[in-house]
């Protein structure tokens, strides 16, 4: 166990480095510049801003002072907001992003798992068939483009729920503005989550247990909840860890689209800014908790499986 964890935080670590160089000189290397604007600057103000920020320095010297930042924890200063270090900016939103994806990962599961049952129960009828197109559309549909049709249909033309934002407190209303964005974000989950569920009670409702506890008279919901769902589940337990890295660190562009106060608006934003360090902080961010999730994936298998060791 502990050789695993040492191979596994060594691996991160050169995961992690290589990442930051990528990233380091596919930044510099882009067109334009983080004070590039319509005005044009004097040359002495340009100078200046450039030697604040290193930029007036050889690539190579920028590059090495910025991974020793990297070692020391200093991740500079933003060019976007003056004065600003890129933690103070970054770490506030991180715990929105976070609560986000664990809403979307919930979601995924708590509409996943029941919409594959109940397909399984159901198979070759029409709630099998209704199940199935909604996957295929949770599927085929980009977040992108799903959260702005949801707005349309569910905000602007029912006025059922908020267009946007995020909940300041507990009251019911607030609460109303996390459910857009946590189907925008789990829709491509739920889809994945009722095919799985399916597919494994499907395989599981055949086997010769489940046709003795039928024999014996158990009706077919307690066969079904009770005895096929413990091993069916199975594959949607393999793929919960991906998943949950996935949609804790892919909220990006849902942050965006329902103007949520998280890392990921901060990383677009970034993005049109050519504001590089709060670019390299954000994705040195989401690639260690990536990083991270897989790591405890790895150990939960060896739990749920005990054929699998951890070497």
């Not at 690539?59 to 991740?75: A, E, H, I, N, W």
């Not at 994806?101 to 029409?126: E, H, T």
């Not at 908790?289 to 405890?296: D, T, W």
Request: glycine share 8%; charged share 15%.
């Amino acid at each position: 166990m502990i050789l695993f964890f040492l191979k596994r935080i060594a691996g991160g670590l050169l995961a992690l480095f290589s990442i930051a160089t990528l990233s380091f000189f596919m930044i510099r290397f882009s067109p334009g510049s983080p004070f590039t604007s319509e005005r044009r600057m004097p040359p002495e103000v340009l100078r200046n801003l450039e030697r604040a920020y290193n930029l007036d320095k050889p690539l190579p010297v920028q590059y090495v002072l910025r991974m020793k930042g990297y070692l020391t924890g200093d991740f500079g200063l933003s060019t976007k907001y003056p004065g600003k270090r890129v933690d103070e900016i970054l770490l506030p939103s991180f715990g929105t992003s976070i609560q986000l994806g664990v809403l979307g990962f919930a979601f995924s599961l708590l509409v996943g798992i029941p919409l594959g049952i109940l397909a399984a129960a159901r198979q070759n009828k029409f709630s099998d068939h209704a199940a199935s197109s909604i996957a295929l559309t949770g599927i085929c549909v980009p977040n992108f483009l799903l959260g702005p049709l949801l707005v349309m249909i569910f905000a602007l033309y029912q006025k059922w729920l908020p267009v946007a934002g995020w909940p300041e407190n507990f009251s019911p209303d607030e609460l109303l503005k996390l459910i857009l964005p946590a189907l925008t974000l789990s829709a491509v989950h739920i889809a994945y989550v009722s095919r799985l569920t399916r597919a494994g009670m499907l395989d599981v409702i055949h086997k010769d247990y489940i046709r003795t506890a039928r024999a014996k008279g158990v009706d077919e919901r307690t066969v079904f909840l009770k005895h096929a769902l413990k091993n069916g589940i199975t594959p949607v337990l393999s793929y919960a860890g991906p998943m949950a890295a996935y949609v804790i660190t892919g909220s990006v562009v849902v942050e965006k689209v329902f103007n949520i106060p998280g890392m990921g608006q901060h990383f677009i934003d970034a993005v049109f800014a050519r504001d590089d360090a709060i670019l390299m902080g954000a994705v040195l961010i989401y690639s260690s908790l990536v990083i991270l999730l897989n790591m405890m994936v790895d150990v939960g298998y060896s739990f749920l499986d005990p054929r699998v060791r951890l070497t």
